[in-house]
C-alpha cells in the first residue's frame, strides 16, 4: 500500500495535494507551521517540525509512509536536506517537486549573489529604497545597511519590532501580478529589489515590473540540497509514485 508524505509550503505542494486528493490517494500533507493561516489542504494535515533527521525517519516508520516528496520551497534547505539523509536511512524513496530557477533575460538589470550577507554588500552606501521581497527570514542582516528604507512584503503581521530602522510592511499573499507590483514600486519609490531565486509564476511578477521600470534586482542564487530526483510537475511527480517500488 502506497502512503505519502508531502512536505508542503508552496503553489506547488497545493496542486499536488489537490490531484493526490482527487485520486483518492493516502497522503499526509506537512506545513513548518510559520504561517498564522496556511493554506487549507484537501489532505490530512500535520503541522510543525519532526525534530530532525531522526525525528523524520522515526515519523516515516510510525506512519508506514511508503514515498515522500518534497514540494518545500527551493529555499528550505534545512528541511529539503533532512529528508534526503531521512529517506536514505530508512530505505524510503523521495522526490523533490521543485520549479526551476529564474533566469535574467536581455532587458534585466540583476546582480547575482550566492547568499544574503552577499545581498546586504550589494547595496548602495548612499540611501535607497528598497523592495525586499524576502518574506520575515533574514531581515535582521539588513539591519547592517540602515540607512535605506525597506518595503516588506509579508504575509502575517510581525510580532516583534522590525530589526529595521526604516521599514513599511506591506501584508500580502501570492500570487501576485506584474501590474499590482508596478504600482506596489512606483506608489514607494523603488530603486531596488531583492529577491531569493524561487521560480515559479506566482512571485515572479516582481521581477517583470523590475524589468519595466528599469529597476536592479538582487537576485539570490539557491542554497545547496544533496542530489535527489526532482521533478517539475504535478504529473511528473504522479508518474514517480506510481512507478517506483514501495
Ligand atoms: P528550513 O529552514 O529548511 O526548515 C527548518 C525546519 O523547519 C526544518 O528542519 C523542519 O524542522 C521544519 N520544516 C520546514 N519545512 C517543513 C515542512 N514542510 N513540514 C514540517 N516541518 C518543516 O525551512 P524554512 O526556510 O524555514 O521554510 C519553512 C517552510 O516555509 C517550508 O515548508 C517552505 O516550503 C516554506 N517557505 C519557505 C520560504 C523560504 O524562503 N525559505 C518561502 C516560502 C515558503 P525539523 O528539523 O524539526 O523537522
Known amino acids: 500500500m502506497t502512503r505519502i508524505l508531502l512536505l508542503g509550503g508552496t503553489t506547488e505542494a497545493s496542486a499536488l495535494a489537490k490531484t493526490l486528493a482527487e485520486g483518492g490517494a493516502d497522503a499526509v500533507f506537512s506545513y513548518a507551521g510559520r504561517t498564522a493561516k496556511p493554506v487549507s489542504q484537501p489532505l490530512p494535515t500535520r503541522v510543525g ?5 531522526e525525528g523524520l525517519s522515526a515519523y516515516l516508520k510510525a506512519e508506514s509512509i511508503t514515498h515522500v516528496v518534497d514540494a518545500t520551497h527551493p529555499f528550505a ?9 531521512a529517506c536514505t536511512a530508512a530505505g524510503t524513496p523521495l522526490c523533490a517537486f521543485e ?3 529564474w533566469q535574467a533575460g536581455k532587458d534585466d538589470r540583476w546582480i547575482h549573489t550566492d547568499c544574503i550577507e552577499g545581498a546586504v554588500n550589494a547595496l548602495p552606501t548612499a540611501a535607497a529604497r528598497v523592495f525586499l521581497a524576502i ?3 533574514n531581515l535582521t542582516q539588513f539591519a547592517a545597511k540602515p540607512q535605506h528604507h525597506y518595503l516588506l512584503r509579508l504575509v502575517d503581521a510581525p510580532e516583534a519590532p522590525l530589526p529595521l530602522p526604516h521599514a513599511t510592511v506591506e501584508i500580502a499573499r501570492g ?17 531596488h529589489v531583492i529577491a ?17 521600470l528599469g529597476l536592479p534586482v538582487i537576485m ?4 545547496q540540497v544533496p542530489v535527489r530526483p526532482i521533478k517539475g510537475s504535478v504529473a511528473e511527480v504522479m508518474a514517480w509514485l506510481s512507478h517506483s517500488p514501495v
Do not use: E, W, Y
Open 49 to 53: 517540525g519532526f525534530g530532525g533527521v
Open 77 to 85: 534547505a534545512q528541511m529539503s536536506t533532512n529528508a534526503v539523509h
Open 196 to 212: 531569493k531565486n524561487a521560480g515559479g509564476a506566482g512571485a515572479a511578477a516582481k521581477l517583470t515590473a523590475a524589468r519595466d
Open 220 to 223: 539570490i542564487g539557491r542554497p
Open 135 to 137: 518574506g520575515k527570514q
Open 175 to 191: 500570487p501576485f501580478d506584474a501590474a499590482g507590483d508596478t504600482g506596489l514600486m512606483q506608489r514607494h519609490g523603488i530603486t
Open 99 to 101: 520549479r526551476p530557477a
